[in-house]
Nanobody, 116 residues
């Protein structure tokens, strides 16, 4: 059973930084593509950033140049470094794992709140 646990969320002032972490268990982490999504109150969950098993990254336009996704396969962990945070970045952030067989798993989410 795949299990994802996020951490690192919190309250930060605009312009500040946070680093989210997501630890995976129950799978061979290195062969999976990983992603971060977010969901603001009253809105749909949207893709923030992805990283393939080979390390290729992709970002939503709204976070390009400010957020960085990375992975440490030795620690079964994916990170999201968030800099220059804005109030509109406020959301619950979810870790996502997609296996090479196409199965998708989600973490429980971590709240990020950016005050103006």
């Amino acid at each position: 059973q795949v299990h994802l646990v996020e951490s690192g969320g919190g309250l930060v002032q605009a312009g500040g930084s946070l680093r989210l972490s997501c630890v995976a268990s129950g799978t061979i982490f290195s062969i999976n593509d990983m992603a971060w999504y977010r969901q603001a109150p009253g809105k749909q969950r949207v893709l923030v950033a992805t990283i393939t098993s080979g390390g290729t990254t992709n970002y939503a336009d709204s976070v390009k140049g400010r957020f960085t996704i990375s992975r440490d396969d030795a620690k079964n962990t994916v990170y999201l470094q968030m800099n220059s945070l804005k109030p509109e970045d406020t959301a619950v952030y979810y870790c996502n794992l997609r296996t090479n067989m196409g199965y998708v798993y989600w973490g429980q989410g971590t709240q990020v709140t950016v005050s103006s």
